[in-house]
């Protein structure tokens, strides 16, 4: 008999009643004051989480699952969700995230329900990146962000936001966790999906390379090194070759990664060696660039001579120094 009173105890609410319950506990925490208004909004997000993902004791039912991901549309909570993260507590807020990257992963029948409300109110990712400003929530957010940018039409539409341009002050914040945070989610929007990327950088290439040329001349060590090392990785993967291709003509950019040759720090002096030798080795260098590496060959040889050697770590990056001052050299015996 008693087993079968715990049994019955574990019969968990049907969806449309979770999915009812957690919005009107949402919308009172906007209409009443208090620990209780709070606590039942808490409470309710953690039998969200329960179900969604299981306590320990009873593993979730995904056809249930797939349930309260269609009522939780329909009623409008993942609006309320991010409305009112700053409302809920830290424990609940991590729950919350918990449930919002499990519901945008459901998929009925050929398309993800709750993906979809969100491609009708793209005014909740605007939310969430401004909420990189808000301190207790930041974290919160950028997790729910990057749960966002794995799907390409969430990506395409902050890539092309106005909000887009708040990455760049985020990661320059004094808060270290924050700042690098923000740079990985900035990452993720600039390496999940080539097309979408690839569309945006065409573009806006003027309007992006501006704003990432503040980051590479930062007074801040950390800025400017995480910087130019995701510069380095980026503009020589593959599917950016178009994009690579455009920025070793310009002298400007040229001037930049001279610069960067002078840093004090190895691994930045590594990093912006990386993305000149690629100025340098380009068969059909513009007249300007030729110009400017001839002009400044003996402090640019002299900077490559003394890029830290890898003690025989890796002999590529020794073998690629040395091509480059030869060809720097066979540039400068051909001006005479």
């Not at 979408?196 to 040329?213: D, I, K, N, P, R």
């Not at 007249?287 to 040889?301: F, G």
Request: aromatic letters at 10%.
């Amino acid at each position: 008999m008693s087993f079968f009173f715990r049994a019955a105890s574990r019969q968990r609410p049907l969806p449309q009643e979770i999915a009812r319950s957690i919005k009107d506990s949402l919308v009172a925490l906007d209409t009443k004051t208090g620990a209780k208004a709070l606590e039942d909004a808490e409470k309710n997000i953690l039998t969200l989480r329960h179900t969604l993902a299981g306590d320990g004791e009873v593993e979730p039912n995904q056809e249930q699952v797939l349930q309260i991901a269609l009522e939780i549309c329909k009623e409008g909570v993942l609006s309320l969700f991010v409305q009112n993260l700053p409302s809920l507590g830290w424990e609940a807020r991590k729950d919350l995230v918990h449930c919002w990257c499990i519901l945008l992963r459901q998929k009925v029948d050929e398309s993800y329900c709750c993906v979809q409300y969100i491609e009708n109110h793209f005014d909740l990712l605007d939310f969430l990146v401004v909420c990189y400003k808000n301190l207790e929530v930041a974290l919160n957010c950028g997790n729910m962000l990057r749960e966002c940018i794995k799907y390409p039409t969430l990506a395409k539409y902050i890539l092309e936001s106005s909000s887009f341009e708040l990455f760049f002050q985020y990661v320059e914040l004094s808060n270290f966790d924050i700042a690098s945070d923000a740079l990985n989610t900035f990452k993720d929007l600039l390496t999940k999906h080539e097309d979408a990327v690839s569309e945006f950088l065409s573009s806006h290439y003027e309007q992006f390379f501006g704003l990432y040329t503040k980051l590479l001349s930062s007074t801040n060590y950390v800025t400017r090194r995480q910087s130019v090392k995701f510069l380095s990785e980026f503009l020589l993967e593959a599917p950016n070759a178009q994009i690579m291709k455009r920025y070793i003509l310009e002298v400007h950019y040229l001037n930049i990664m001279m610069g960067l040759l002078k840093d004090s720090s190895k691994n930045i002096r590594i990093c912006a060696f990386h993305i000149f030798k690629v100025f340098v080795a380009n068969p059909n260098k513009p007249r300007e660039i030729i110009q400017v590496l001839v002009e400044n060959h003996r402090e640019v040889l002299k900077l490559l001579h003394n890029l830290p050697t890898s003690k025989g770590e890796d002999e590529q990056l020794d073998e690629e120094r040395d091509l480059i001052i030869k060809e720097i050299e066979n540039l400068v015996r051909l001006s005479v």
